[in-house]
């Protein structure tokens, strides 16, 4: 079973990530962001990105870069290129999403 916040925390990660991999920073993203609760979810996710180890990073980046569509695709090429189980990458992806969900508030 889903949990409540999952569906809207990937969305912050996915804005988040996808900011990130165009060059964005805390300082031009501040210019970009234009609500609270914008300003919110990119402050979470930040604090949890520099909580994360490298393989924590390189996981949310391989998998919520890519379009919405092709995240079960991203994480069985992300398990196949890094020899790695679904089940780990999963495990990954979940910790984050609490992370970020716990920082924003959400639980």
Do not use: Q
């Not at 409540?4 to 969305?11: A, E, F, G, K």
């Not at 996915?14 to 979810?41: F, P, Q």
């Not at 991203?74 to 196949?80: F, G, Q, T």
């Amino acid at each position: 079973m889903k949990a409540h916040y999952t569906d809207y925390t990937c969305h912050m990660l996915r804005n988040y990530c996808r900011m990130i991999a165009d060059g964005h920073t805390v300082y031009s993203a501040a210019d970009i962001l234009r609500t609270e609760a914008e300003r919110k979810n990119w402050n979470a996710c930040d604090e949890v990105w520099h909580e994360m180890n490298d393989t924590e990073r390189e996981v949310t980046m391989a998998l919520y870069v890519p379009p919405e569509e092709d995240f079960k695709k991203s994480l069985a090429a992300y398990s196949r290129k890094n020899n790695v189980t679904k089940d780990y990458v999963w495990g990954i992806c979940n910790k984050i999403v609490r992370m970020v969900a716990r920082k924003r508030g959400l639980i």
